[in-house]
């Protein structure tokens, strides 16, 4: 199986496309301005106790103050608690390493949150869900920093292993390994990729997580409330930090500052993976040239498209998602309503696996298949879910068909889920339901060539346009471009956009600037 990742920078973000065997299984936009993510550790102030539900909450610097709950406080919060006020008061004397420090008793887990904070109190907190929609973060003090081996955990002594990892020896290897090296004071979770590596490449990253906590808490020393100080990677980084392996075959990118950084990162964690990085340079959009475009407006609306010709209608409500599953044209493919009611409910779970990942939906998923009288059909389509959510990162839970013909889904929601408009607002009239005839696009565009060209003397020009338009205006000969030559005296380079709407149009001069016509189409 291929894997391939795209990293296109914009002026809101880089968005990213995670592709396997060519089909979209993974799209997130790495907002600039967006400040919290999974993983960052932060120093927050206690705003307010809250006895009612054993939870506090806590400025980390967002418009609603984050959420903490006793059960995440973690047994060495009283621990975590003494050796940031020693960092904090203390900034020249205190040590930034755990060896040596006195650790306190654990907290009773039954017990009451007044008992370990008080208001204006200050606490490392780290996020373990974004905000999402009127809610605030939510945190947790049970600190980890993860590498791409390794997680590192402060104020723990425990080695674990990935379940993932199966064989019993090389579990008790890792084990021996991790206790050998690993530093006082910190535990150390090993993750799945970590499997058969040699004790040099562990150390390498563990001694990369230790440094990056003694930064942080350099950092702590002069921190103040709200102060961000140990920073999760970009998303970019954190994908490949966690599924860089041997089936990728292609990382590319489309500015030169994208490339340095992400070489940069691969000859820290993978340098034999740094040959695959490609820098695309092309005048044709990243995102258009490698079909991803295409894919985003056909796999993000309420209706989704089955191979077989089926389709899936996608719902949101407040509490949960509810996607239905209908059979479309199928339904005169197969010679009976069970044979016709299994081949799409199959295409279907495998649709639906990857339309969870691709839109990061989270809570509860409630999913209507199509009737199937056999309990041999359900339960094989219980068993293909599995399956096919086998590659999903995220947490989750398959119930068995109901007799209704209903599976319930949970899937672990630490960030907004994404959500791309599909629906186009028609540029002439920006949604208000009346435009010029589309007959005079055409004309229209015919008329700003002759305005650009010969009152405002600019000769190399592009237009860029809609497919549609592209074809109507390149095709035949002569096409409708050759006859712009003869009559302007100025060749006319046309370029396609599938993101356009088929009204929407314009003009970029030589330098690459947009040309204003505004003034023009009136």
């Known amino acids: 199986m291929s894997t391939e990742l795209y990293i296109n920078s914009t002026p809101k973000g880089d968005r990213i496309a995670l592709l396997k065997d060519k089909r979209l299984v993974e799209c997130h936009l790495d907002d600039k301005g967006g400040s919290f993510t999974v993983g960052d550790i932060y120093l927050g102030m206690v705003k307010k106790v809250v006895p009612g539900l054993n939870a506090a909450f806590i400025d980390v610097g967002y418009e ?4 903490l709950h006793y059960l995440d406080l973690g047994p060495q919060i009283r621990s975590l608690n003494k050796f940031s006020k020693n960092v904090q008061s203390n900034p020249k004397g205190a040590s930034l390493r755990l060896n040596g420090f006195k650790m306190e008793s654990d907290i009773d887990k039954n017990g009451k949150i007044v008992q370990v904070l008080t208001k204006g109190q200050h606490i490392l907190v780290q996020i373990v869900k974004e905000p999402i929609s009127s809610k605030g973060p939510r945190l947790s003090c049970e600190l980890s920093i993860a590498g791409r ?28 390994l991790m206790n050998s090296i690993k530093p006082e004071g910190f535990g150390v979770i090993v993750r799945t990729v970590a499997e058969g590596k040699e004790v040099a490449e562990l150390d390498r990253d563990l001694k990369n997580l230790v440094k990056k906590w003694d930064d942080g808490m350099e950092k702590l020393k ?11 990677l ?13 089936s990728f075959d292609s990382i590319t990118v489309d500015t030169q500052e994208a490339f340095d950084e992400t070489r940069n990162y691969l000859r820290a964690i993978a340098p034999d993976k740094e040959k695959i ?7 044709i959009k990243l995102f258009e040239a490698a079909g991803i475009e295409k894919q985003i407006k056909t796999l993000f609306g309420k209706s989704v498209s089955l191979p077989g010709g089926g389709y899936l209608i996608i719902e949101h409500t407040e509490a949960l998602h509810v996607i239905d599953i209908n059979s479309g044209n199928k339904s005169n493919a197969e010679s009976n309503q069970e044979d016709t009611a299994m081949s799409v409910n199959i295409e279907a779970a495998k649709e639906m696996a990857r339309q969870l990942r691709l839109r990061d939906m989270g809570g509860i998923i409630v999913v209507d298949f199509i009737d199937m009288k056999h ?12 399956d096919e959510m086998a590659q999903d990162k995220a947490k989750h839970v398959i119930l068995p068909l109901s007799k209704f013909g209903l599976m319930q889904i949970t899937r672990e929601r ?12 028609c540029p002439t009239c920006n949604g208000s339901g009346t435009i010029s005839a589309s007959i005079g696009i055409p004309d229209m565009i015919e008329n700003n060539l002759d305005f650009i060209i010969n009152k405002q003397n600019e000769k190399q020009l592009t237009l860029v346009v809609h497919p549609f338009l592209y074809t109507h205006f390149t095709a035949g000969f002569p096409s409708i471009r050759m006859k712009w030559y003869f009559k302007f005296k100025a060749w006319v380079k046309i370029e396609k956009d599938s993101s356009f709407a088929l009204t929407e149009f314009r003009f970029v001069n030589k330098q690459g600037i947009d040309i204003e016509i505004n003034t023009v189409q009136q």
């Open 375 to 386: 309990i041999e059909n359900r339960k094989h389509i219980y068993e293909r879910m599995r």
């Open 149 to 176: 081996y390794i997680v590192l955990v402060p104020f723990s002594k425990a080695v674990s292993v990935s379940k993932k990892i199966a064989s019993k020896e090389e579990r008790n290897r890792l084990i021996r």
């Open 234 to 246: 970009d998303r970019a980084a954190s994908i490949l930090r966690d599924m860089l392996n041997e």
């Open 222 to 232: 002069k921190a103040r409330p709200c102060d961000v100080v140990i920073g999760e």
């Open 414 to 425: 630490v960030r907004p889920e994404v959500n791309i408009k599909t629906v186009e607002v």
């Open 277 to 283: 990085l490609k820098l695309h340079n092309n005048k």
């Open 64 to 67: 609603k103050d984050a959420f």
